[in-house]
Structure formats: structure tokens, C-alpha cells
């Protein structure tokens, strides 16, 4: 069953401005990630965030955390046509050692 | 490294035939998933195992479906006998540590149609 679900589903920007993806998920978590997957490939993970951090960066991604709202947001700033692809976020269930549960996904388009 | 490797990467079938997927995951790594995308139901995990031993299938839709780990670099899911509804992409991931706290490394997918 789905833990994450991201908000919005489709987002649709021009090159050069920021893009930003929210997550909401149901269950305490340990750590959240956020993956991305080019048409036709496999998922590569950006960035993970714990549950004791609220933000964290590395280099043109920023994401937070609010535990108390169960929401994550992915910014992209000066985004780039090749940042087109979807994005996913991923949160373990927080009881104990459990696998990773993906929302559906944000279909991020970058028009040059 | 050449990261976790899936095969075949197309699959198209007809429907009642069985159907086997493979994965090789990345050496070292401990933990192995399989994992079904579909537009409608997004991604799940189908079953994972540490060690080669599978940990959890509730994720397996039926008894269809079937999964083994022989060995440390070998993993593969069958489907018999194969249905349209199991028309989708499977992908293999695997992790090094403890489940669910470290980065998942994807293969590129098998994408199956089943007609």
C-alpha cells in the first residue's frame, strides 16, 4: 500500500525557475528519500533525509521535513531541461527495519 | 561498477506462458528487492530478501508469481502462468545495511506485455 503520495502530479516549468514537490505520507517514519526516474530507466536516488533533520541541500536540491505535518517538499532551483523526469519520495514505515514504500510520483517537465 | 544489472530489458508474451526475469545486484550488497510499476498503482515491492533469504512476499500478487536468490548474485522472478493484468515493469534494487535506511540502487527494469 502506498505510504508517500506527492503533490502536485504533473508540474510543468520554464528552464531557469525553481520547481518545488511535495510528499505526504501516513506512518512515523526513521528517514525519507527522494528518487528520480528518467523516461524509460530505472530510479536514482537523490538525497535521504532523517527524521531528527528538517532541511537539508545538495547542490541545486533542497528538502525539508516537517514530522509534525508527515510532509516533505523537493525544491530544484534554476532548473534545467535535463531535470525533466519524474520524482518520487520514499519513507521506511518507522517501526522497526522496513523496506522503502514510493508514492506514484511528480512528473516534472522542464520547457527550454 | 556496473550497478545492478536486469534481463531481459523487453518481454512481450502471450498470455498463460511463463515468464522469467533476472537480476544480478550490485557485489556487497546485502539486500535485494523486486519492485512493479504500473501507471495505475505506481510502484510496489513485490518481495525482498537479506542474504538470500527472502524476508517478506506479501507483496507477491498471487501464487503465480515466484521468487528465488540462489546465490548472492543471482536473483529471478517467474511468473506462471502469465497474465495481461501482468503487464508492467519490474525492477530489481538492491541496498547495502540496514533495510529501508539506505540508498536503493535500481537495475534499468524489465518492461513485460502480456497479450
Known amino acids: 500500500s502506498q505510504q508517500g503520495e506527492e503533490d502536485p502530479q504533473a508540474l510543468s516549468i520554464q528552464e531557469g525557475e525553481n520547481a518545488t514537490m511535495n510528499c505526504s505520507y501516513k506512518t512515523s517514519i526513521n528517514n525519507l528519500q527522494w528518487y528520480r526516474q528518467n523516461s524509460g530507466r530505472g530510479l536514482v536516488h537523490l538525497i535521504l533525509i532523517r527524521s531528527n533533520e528538517r532541511e537539508k541541500h545538495s547542490g541545486r536540491l533542497r528538502v525539508t521535513l516537517d514530522t509534525s505535518k508527515k510532509s516533505s517538499s523537493l525544491l530544484i532551483t534554476a532548473s534545467r531541461a535535463a531535470d525533466t523526469a519524474s520524482y518520487f519520495c520514499a519513507t521506511d514505515r518507522g517501526s522497526g527495519n522496513t523496506p522503502l514504500v514510493f508514492g506514484k510520483g511528480t512528473r516534472l517537465s522542464v520547457i527550454a | 561498477d556496473a550497478g545492478v544489472i536486469q534481463s531481459p530489458r523487453h518481454e512481450v508474451t502471450e498470455m498463460g506462458q511463463e515468464v522469467t526475469l533476472r537480476c544480478k545486484p550490485i557485489s556487497g550488497h546485502d539486500y535485494l528487492f523486486w519492485y512493479r510499476q504500473t501507471m495505475m498503482r505506481g510502484l510496489e515491492l513485490l518481495i525482498y530478501?537479506?542474504?538470500?533469504?527472502?524476508?517478506?512476499d506479501s507483496g507477491m500478487p498471487e501464487d503465480r508469481f515466484s521468487a528465488k536468490m540462489p546465490n548472492a548474485s543471482f536473483s529471478t522472478l517467474k511468473i506462471q502462468p502469465s497474465e495481461p493484468r501482468d503487464s508492467a515493469v519490474y525492477f530489481c534494487a538492491s541496498s547495502k545495511g540496514t533495510v529501508g535506511t539506505g540508498e536503493l540502487f535500481f537495475g534499468e527494469g524489465s518492461r513485460l506485455t502480456v497479450l
Open positions: 530478501f537479506n542474504n538470500n533469504v527472502p524476508i517478506d
